[in-house]
């Protein structure tokens, strides 16, 4: 599991690792994405390519503060007949990644785009805006 902006080192953030290890990552035969998350003022934004996965079989959620981009990539017809393969580096199967990600987001504006087998998800940062406030004397 991805941690970053200093979360996920507490003890709440210890047992959510091990409830969703608990829950999604049932096989050790379950691939991990690449990633890249990167940060402006206003937005994260996370990179994730996805060669060869159907866009259907991939599943993006959100619980607890957690982002979890999981599907499968299906090995081609090709791998069932008869054929000889003199090299395998591809991984074929299921794959997850979790993201805890920072309580300063807008949860409800994740965006998600696939652009040349390359996921994009975008996710704004809540705006606070600062301001003076009057002191009001009472007598």
Known sequence: MIKFFGVGEDDNMLELDEEI???ELV???IGQLALDVLETDYEIVILSPIAGVDLHDIDLSF???VLIIKGARKRPDIFESDVIVRNSECYW???IRNIILPENLDFDSIEATMEN???IITIKKLQFSSQSIKIN???
């Open 93 to 95: 199967g299921a794959f």
């Open 63 to 65: 619980s607890k503060s």
């Open 27 to 29: 096989s050790e035969d």
């Open 21 to 23: 290890d608990t829950k």
């Open 117 to 119: 087998n390359l996921l």
């Open 137 to 139: 004397r009472t007598i």
